[in-house]
């Protein structure tokens, strides 16, 4: 039974640091199993007190402490297992420490820790505290100079900033010394010591300064990182002309590790990479690799400003590098791969990932003001919401005076750790508007419910819109305040085309209305015919539109809307409704006919795009549908979602063999969006005759998969035939798996997709797959791939109701915790969500929460979830 209750760290309680580090020096004697450190740390007081020096450290073994060159007695500092205290202290000095740490012995993965055989650090949150005593925390800006000793096995040693000095040393031994110009908090120092391939470019930038780059990755890796080299390249010009931002180091390295406990870090000037999100070439990465490779290359670059040149006060202000930097990348993949294609993208990500967060006991604002953890922050919350904030503000404000709020916001606070409040203040100055309602968005948690209802008066052709937000209560926050909400809408008649109309005296056929009280109306005049209203447009706010409308409003958006992101949601609205009819037990077969007769239209339009018509043909996720069905019943949805893929297999079925055949690849394979596209709706089409499990579509998927010519398509054979099941299925798995065993890559997408595996023997084998030899719980890839797809990508297998699946995970989250804690505690979620499933399901499941909450000697990240998710 757990006895000890760690207490919260609070926004409320922030003080400034009472210590300031001026200068950093470093030096690293490389040993994977005693690495000894040096640092010497240039101290200064901050302020008129008399605090002692408390400096954060944990699992280091300490070999001296020194002030001013006078060696420390024990009666003279404290050393326990979090901190190194030291009473009295001079104004400024010098402090010397040396420790020794277990580089190899480090699975946690945080600090500095062996992937492969090379030495590589992960420092956010805290994780520098494991490498030496230091004030851990963002808001201490120091320059670092970083010497590194090792053996010349480890041929490439390489640390933040410039290259300084480099040789030989006796004995088989060399060094190499770095400098970084520029201050940085400490979460963003970098060391990387290997045996590595090196794929070198170079980029001139706006100003006509040269840049050397450089990508280093496992030996005979180094052609799969040439597209992530040309992403690279792309961002950093991207970010010069979209937000006057330039690079400022001569340098500018990436390093590819197996083992990360993320996908990407910012350290910089040297990135250090999740593999999976680095490597790619036709043969051993999807199309949706490369698409995760340019936005994560793109977002860790674009942390040079929005992060490492200005960074956080304190770890409360995470949203302000996480959700800007998030909002800079979505854009920057917009115009890479298609503004409607890419929108869509990032709201079903949202919706999947964050609003079940709002939805749940671990709901949290974007900027949260309590943890026990930090590194169970890293939420989608704090990301993707953190974007659509940032996306609002530049809808609010309009495009013009939010690049001169970031122009102020970069001039005013480079070289700075800040604040929310003083970002927003940049806007507020730039746009000479009053922001101080928007900031509710950033404080206030849950996803606000707008409500939409209309009367049309055809004699006077006037047009009532009637507006109003309701936002549930959430843990810590029973009372909402109204939130600006930024509502984007345009007129359409019955036959799709635009209405013009007029409000206010102006002729319009898009407006802006921003919904700033809990209620409010619009009205329209000159409004021709009966409207069909298209709102929300681009999804320009991030909260769930209840309408008025009838389906039969939905067809004519799903046929003709002009804005791609409605017509989308048109589809998925008809979808969800009909689902959840049959999940309640009331099937709609005569809308379910119409449905699919008006997604044949939909695909039979020559002039949409191929990626887009793949949108178009995957119904909600079943995660989506859940949060639409109180109580949620997995199995009640998953049949109702198939028996709809059913209806439209068999409608569609000659349609979508002519859409499969004319759309086989010829010719050399490009990762361009267009071709991404074209791949993506003719494995879609697959996917769907799937759900229609004839002998001739069995053959369809076995020759699919037979003949691939790429991972993206050889992907998608191999999931056809997952849906199908059978002995063809376990022929093709074992198959993929005899030719990719010796691709860690590859193997993760094997796992995964059993994991997917919809069958009812599902659970059995990924019991199963736990016991095989490529499966190892220790490389946070591989426990994703099995583990955590299971969980959050299987609901209909996850949610057994015998409450297998719950102890499954709740087993593997318990292992995981002596080791990885940070790992273990991104497995909680699913869990987390037990008072929306039936009572027999949430019963079952809390019982696994509670088994987890009650374990001796659980980690303070595991603990903070699963207690979260237990508080009444």
Not at 129 to 155: G, M, N, Q
Not at 175 to 201: I, S
Not at 228 to 251: C, H, N, Q
Not at 267 to 284: E, H, M, R, V
């Amino acid at each position: 039974m757990r006895t000890d209750t760690p207490q919260p760290i609070r926004l409320s309680d922030y003080a400034p640091p009472a210590f300031l580090i001026e200068t950093v020096d470093l030096a690293f004697d490389l040993a994977p199993r005693a690495t000894r450190v040096k640092a010497k740390l240039a101290v200064r007081r901050n302020g008129d007190h008399d605090l002692p020096l408390v400096l954060n450290g944990e699992r280091l073994k300490p070999v001296s402490v020194a002030i001013d060159g006078r060696v420390l007695n024990e009666g003279e500092r404290t050393i326990d297992a979090e901190f190194l205290t030291i009473p009295s202290v001079p104004d400024a000095f010098l402090l010397e420490t040396e420790v020794e740490i277990d580089p190899e012995g480090n699975k946690a993965l945080e600090g500095l820790y062996m992937s492969g055989g090379r030495f590589c650090t992960q420092c956010e949150a805290e994780g520098f505290r494991k490498i030496t005593w230091y004030p851990d925390r963002p808001d201490v800006l120091s320059r670092f100079t970083v010497r590194i000793e090792a053996d010349e096995r480890f041929h490439h040693l390489l640390s933040n900033g410039n290259l300084v000095e480099a040789g030989d040393l006796p004995g088989g031994r060399h060094y190499a010394v770095w400098n970084d110009p520029f201050p940085k908090p400490c979460y963003l120092f970098a060391l990387v010591a290997g045996e590595l391939d090196v794929l070198e470019d170079s980029l001139v930038t706006m100003s006509g300064r040269k840049v050397e780059l450089k990508i280093f990755v496992d030996p005979g890796m180094a052609p799969r990182a040439a597209y992530a080299m040309d992403a690279l390249k792309r961002s950093m010009k991207w970010d010069e002309e979209a937000f006057g931002r330039e690079y400022d180091l001569d340098l500018f390295m990436i390093v590819a590790v197996r083992d990360f406990n993320f996908g990407a870090m910012e350290n910089k000037g040297l990135n250090i990479f999740n593999s999976s999100l680095l490597l790619a070439d036709p043969a051993t990465a999807t199309d949706l690799d490369y698409e995760r490779i340019e936005s994560v290359v793109a977002h860790e670059y674009f942390h040079n400003w929005t992060g490492d040149r200005i960074t956080c006060r304190d770890w409360f202000q995470l949203c302000l590098k996480e959700g800007l930097t998030v909002f800079r990348d979505q854009s920057f993949s917009a115009d890479m791969r298609g503004e409607a294609v890419q929108r869509i993208k990032d709201v079903k990500a949202l919706r999947a990932r964050q609003f079940p967060e709002d939805q749940g006991p671990l709901a949290h604002p974007v900027r949260p003001s309590s943890y026990l953890k930090i590194d169970n922050f890293y939420t989608a919350t704090i990301y993707e919401k953190g974007a659509e904030v940032i996306r609002m503000l530049k809808t609010l404000i309009g495009a013009d005076a939010f690049r001169k709020g970031t122009d102020l916001y970069f001039e005013r606070w480079d070289g700075h750790a800040t604040t929310v409040e003083a970002f927003i203040e940049c806007f507020a100055e730039a746009s000479g508007q009053d922001l101080s309602d928007f900031f509710a968005w950033y404080e206030q948690a849950g996803t606000p419910k707008l409500t939409l209802s209309h009367a049309y008066d055809p004699a006077a052709k006037r047009l009532e819109i009637e507006l109003s937000q309701e936002t549930a209560p959430t843990p810590g926050q029973p009372e909402k305040r109204p939130l600006p909400i930024p509502v984007t809408l345009g007129l359409l008649d019955r036959d799709g085309r635009t209405l013009a109309f007029e409000r206010d005296g102006q002729a319009a056929d898009e407006i802006l209305v921003v919904l700033k009280d809990a209620k409010a109306k619009v009205t329209l005049t000159g409004v021709e015919s009966p409207p069909v209203i298209s709102a929300l447009r681009g999804f320009s706010a991030p909260v769930t539109l209840v309408q008025d409308a009838p389906a039969k409003d939905r067809y004519v958006q799903l046929a003709a809307d002009p804005d791609l992101f409605n017509r989308w949601e048109a589809g998925q609205a008809l979808a969800r409704s009909l689902i959840l009819a049959r999940a309640k037990g009331r099937p709609d077969e005569v809308g379910e006919e119409r449905f699919a007769e008006a997604m044949g239209r939909a695909l039979g339009d020559q002039a949409s795009d191929p990626a887009f018509k793949a949108l178009l043909l995957a119904l909600p996720a079943e995660s989506d549908l859940a949060l639409a069905l109180q109580p949620a019943d997995p199995a009640a949805i998953h049949a109702g979602r198939e028996a709809l893929r059913t209806r439209l297999a068999l409608h569609l079925g000659e349609d979508l063999k002519r859409l499969h055949l004319g759309l086989q690849e010829m010719g050399e394979f490009s990762a361009d969006a267009a071709s991404a596209g074209r791949r993506a709706l003719r494995n879609a089409a697959l996917d769907l005759m799937a759900a229609n499990p004839r002998s001739d579509v069995l053959e369809l998927a076995e020759g699919h998969y037979r003949a691939a010519a790429n991972m993206t398509d050889a992907m998608g054979g191999l999931s056809a035939l997952m849906l199908i099941g059978g002995e063809t299925y376990e022929a093709a798995l074992a198959d993929f798996y005899e030719r990719w065993k010796a691709e860690p890559l590859v193997v993760d997408k094997w796992f995964a997709l059993q994991a997917r595996d919809p069958a009812e023997s599902a659970l059995g084998r990924v019991l199963g797959l736990t016991a095989h030899p490529a499966f190892d719980a220790k490389t946070p890839n591989r426990l994703r791939a099995l583990v955590s797809t299971f969980a959050n990508f299987n609901p209909a297998r996850f949610h057994d109701p015998s409450g297998a699946g719950y102890r499954f995970l709740a087993d593997q989250i318990l292992a995981v915790d002596g080791f990885n804690p940070m790992t273990a505690a991104r497995l909680v979620e699913p869990l987390g969500g037990w008072r929306r499933y039936a009572p027999a399901l949430g019963a079952l499941m809390k019982r696994e929460l509670e088994r987890i909450a009650a374990t001796e000697g659980l980690s303070k990240n595991v603990y903070e979830l699963a207690s979260k998710a237990l508080a009444e």
